[in-house]
């Protein structure tokens, strides 16, 4: 029986920093197989670090960046967090590289054929999977209007911005909504946390069309309870309607 999760191995092809503090880094898959995932997906890195406990190699998750295209390779973005093992090591890693991998996991998914509105709201690398969610949809002709509002500090680390704006200027249904907590006097955009303009883009979604919208809610933990508590407690959505990936 094969082993459960799948476990492969996938060298580092292409690495590039997307902000100050985010390495995107191309992974192939070695064995030349196509990355079977849906949008929204994680893998587990193995790390050659020991874990400080029982010395086993450390393992950590990352979203899946790019969107399901029946190829080997995949795309992560990770934040380098200060004094963390496993994003320090990924950010020094060298092209070439070969790494294990377990995956892809989770269930923060959506419907990529699903014609019903989603708000997607992200902090950071946790912008990774609804990337991923919107270029498959858009790549699979879907028009469902999908909103994503992106919480950064400074407008240098809004990422893949370029990809994101273009993608909201050519379909009318996608919008970009970027928000700086320390937005310089020149931006003219969205300021503040990602929590205080869920509720506004909440409404003029649902005036959008006559099917009850989805939120997708990614990031670390402060933000994505905070939206859960707006979204499930103060406006009383279902459950259902509400789906979340916590990165701590
Ligand atoms: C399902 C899932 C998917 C994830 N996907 C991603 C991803 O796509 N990109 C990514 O960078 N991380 C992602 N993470 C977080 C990642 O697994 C690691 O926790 C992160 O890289 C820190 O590991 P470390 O060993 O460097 O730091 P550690 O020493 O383990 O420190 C952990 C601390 O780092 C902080 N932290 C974790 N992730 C982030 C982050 N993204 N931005 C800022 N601070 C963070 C938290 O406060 C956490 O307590 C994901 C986590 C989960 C559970």
Known sequence: MAAWPPTFDARLVHAQMLTPSVRELTFERADGTPMAFAAGQFCNAILPLPHELDGAHIKRSYSIASPPGGTPRFEVAVTRVQGGRASEWLHELSVGAVLPFTGPHGFFTRPVASAAPSLMIATGTGVTPLRSMLLDAVAAGSQAPMWLVLGVRHEQDILYE???????????????????????????????????????????????????????????????????????????????????????
Not at 171 to 186: A, C, D, I, K, Y
Request: aromatic residues 8%; contains cysteine; glycine residues 4%.
């Open 162 to 248: 370029r990809e994101l704006r273009d993608l909201a200027e050519r379909h009318p249904f996608v919008r970009f909504e970027p928000t700086l907590s320390q937005p310089p006097g020149t931006w003219n955009g969205r300021r503040g946390w990602v929590q205080t303009h869920v509720r506004e883009l909440w409404d003029a979604l649902v005036a959008t069309t006559e099917q009850p919208p989805h939120a997708y809610v990614c990031g670390l933990e402060r933000m994505v309870s905070s939206v859960r508590d707006l979204l499930r407690t103060e406006m009383s959505l279902p459950r259902a309607q509400v789906h979340s990936e916590r990165y701590d």
